[in-house]
């Protein structure tokens, strides 16, 4: 029986906010796994490397040249019986790798009974019927617009923001604040409601705007920004600087003249991220990433719904009625990462600081252990796993090994490694040597201890 570790040919997609040329992260990964390919080209955009058997963009056995998905459906054990029966024998998860020049769409993905609904009804724009959480980790320094502020902090700048104010309406503007106004911290299930509610009615609003109406405030808002620097927005607000903002404003509007976004971004938090730290983003929350590379994992779908920073197909009715209004603080967008506690770290790892970190949210499809090995000869030998992992490295370069088989491990080379394999990786260089590890296993004891706060 063939040992299940299989090193992968995985593809890049070229859309116009990816990174250009060798500064995209998902292009050199692409590059060191598909000799094949001409070399990157200098002035073209790489945004996302993906991974898995999704069939926009199938991986294949770099030998043999067979999809994954094949290779998977010929034989069920590669993902174990309980993950092929309840997953249609393809991989739950789709791993990516983004590269992010400017600003993806606002954007927020179905859940699984309206992934159905737009698929029946539309099957252009929404390609399959199954729903999309999905987990980001920065792998360089990322910024992005995430989930609904604290409602007290979108009533500050309604009350700041001049050019904000005029678009959405004094009236409309005055009902929300009043419907708030001493209970938005409240926890109170009716109070709750109550705030989702408003929360709706003005946001509904602004999506709804007159194009010219957005132009014309958008003038009058970069204007705004350019000229009051740190008092713009009222200092900003709670989370963030006025220079901060004024910054973003400008930033955005290069990208997108004129664009609803710019408003958008008063609603949502602005979150930075540094190498390691992550985020989840359930069915049907609000974002837009803005700059960065990031390793992403999510379930396998490639549904968006899209209204703003983008030319692509906008649905904006749909945006609206999907959202669950649900707002928090930047600090609860974040994940907690834990030590992963189903590995073996040899002495040499134990010494040089080596580590694997879970990242587990709270889903069944998918976790991700990040390795680092922080010296030659550190080993990270990982207990088998009763479901499928991809492996990807980052960085550094190394072996990864199941059974009898060792293959050479360099910055971009993936993996497959199939259900109930022993793995191993080892260091052979004294530069960190990182990968990344996507896997589902159902009913797994390391899912009893999410990742999110």
Same mark, same amino acid.
């Given at each position: 029986m063939q040992v299940p570790l299989i090193r992968l040919q995985c593809g890049v997609n070229s859309y116009d906010w990816g990174k250009i040329g060798n500064d995209s992260a998902a292009a050199?990964?692409?590059?060191?796994?598909?000799?094949?390919?001409?070399?990157?080209?200098?002035?073209?955009?790489?945004?996302?490397?993906?991974?898995?058997?999704?069939?926009? +963009?199938?991986?294949?056995? &770099?030998?043999?040249?067979?999809?994954?998905?094949? +290779? &998977?459906?010929?034989?069920?054990? +590669? +993902?174990?019986?309980e993950v092929a029966k309840r997953y249609g024998n393809k991989l739950p998860f789709l791993f990516k790798v983004l590269s992010i020049n400017k600003a993806l769409s606002i954007q927020a993905h179905p859940d699984k009974k309206l992934a159905e609904q737009l698929h029946a009804n539309d099957s252009k724009n929404y390609p399959d019927d199954n729903h999309k959480p999905e987990m980001t980790i920065a792998i360089t320094p990322f910024d992005g617009l995430c989930g609904f502020r604290p409602l007290s902090e979108i009533s500050h700048f309604l009350s700041s923001v001049p050019a904000l104010r005029k678009l959405i309406g004094d009236s409309i503007a005055s009902q929300f604040q009043s419907a708030i106004r001493g209970k938005e911290d409240s926890t109170e299930a009716e109070n709750v409601e109550s705030n989702k509610k408003a929360l709706q009615t003005l946001f509904a609003t602004l999506m709804n705007s007159k194009n010219d109406a957005v132009v014309t405030a958008a003038s009058e808002l970069v204007e705004s920004a350019k000229k009051d620097g740190e008092s713009f927005a009222g200092n900003g607000g709670t989370s963030n600087e006025g220079t901060e903002l004024a910054d973003l404003v400008i930033r955005l509007n290069g990208q997108f003249p004129g664009d609803i976004g710019l408003f958008v971004l008063f609603f949502l938090n602005y979150i930075k991220m540094e190498p390691g730290e992550a985020m989840f983003l359930k069915a049907d929350d609000i974002h837009a990433y803005l700059s960065g590379d990031i390793i992403e994992c999510m379930a396998a779908s490639d549904n968006v719904v899209r209204a703003g920073f983008t030319p692509k197909f906008k649905d904006v009715s749909t945006l609206v009625s999907m959202l669950t209004y649900s707002y928090a603080p930047i600090s609860e967008q974040k994940m907690s990462p834990v030590d992963y506690p189903f590995v073996t770290l040899s002495a040499a790892a134990y010494s040089s600081g080596s580590s694997a970190t879970l990242y587990d949210p709270p889903i069944e499809e998918f976790s991700v252990v990040k390795t680092d090995l922080n010296k030659t000869g550190a080993k990270a030998t990982f207990d088998a796993i009763s479901g499928p992992s991809i492996v990807i490295c980052t960085s550094g370069s190394g072996k990864i090994s199941v059974g009898p088989k060792v293959e050479e491990v360099k910055a971009g080379y993936i993996f497959f490694v199939g259900a109930t394999a022993q793995l191993i990786l080892e260091s052979d260089d004294n530069e960190r040597f990182v990968t990344f590890k996507a896997y589902c296993e159902l009913n797994n004891t390391a899912d009893s201890n999410s990742g999110t706060v």
């Open positions: 050199k990964f692409a590059s060191a796994t598909n000799s094949q390919e001409p070399s990157i080209e200098a002035d073209k955009p790489y945004a996302e490397l993906w991974m898995g058997t999704h069939p926009s +963009l199938p991986s294949r056995d &770099v030998l043999t040249q067979r999809s994954l998905l094949d +290779l &998977v459906q010929d034989n069920q054990s +590669l +993902l174990s019986e």
